[in-house]
């Protein structure tokens, strides 16, 4: 059964950081292309950042450029984003996304909250 699990959420202060991790049960998890979304309440999930299979070449939205990093080990089946410089708007629920031919698997997200 294919499943993505995320970790790393909390709590933390204006200009701290996170490391969130996504692991994912499922097969030929180097194929696919990993995504981390984010939704704030009351808006729209968003897109956060995304990895390639191979993972030579990252996207990130606009909000997060210099500031979060996407990666991941294709041996522990497991994608991260690394979040520096952490502002209020980064708040929310984060979730990560595995998609092959069209297919999406989606995890339960984990909260991020940015608090003084």
């Known amino acids: 059964q294919t499943q993505l699990v995320e970790s790393g959420g909390g709590l933390v202060q204006p200009g701290g950081s996170l490391r969130l991790s996504c692991a994912a049960s499922i097969s030929s998890f180097s194929m696919y292309t990993m995504s981390w979304y984010r939704q704030a309440p009351g808006k729209e999930r968003e897109l956060v950042a995304v990895?390639?299979?191979?993972?030579?070449?990252?996207t990130y939205a606009d909000s997060v450029k210099g500031r979060f990093t996407i990666s991941r080990d294709n041996a522990k089946n497991t994608v991260y984003l690394q979040m520096t410089s952490l502002k209020f708007e980064d708040a929310g629920v984060y979730y990560c996304?595995?998609?092959?031919?069209?297919?999406?698997?989606w995890g339960q997200g984990t909260q991020v909250t940015v608090s003084s």
């Open positions: 996304k595995a998609r092959r031919r069209l297919v999406d698997y």
């Open positions: 990895i390639p299979p191979g993972g030579s070449t990252t």
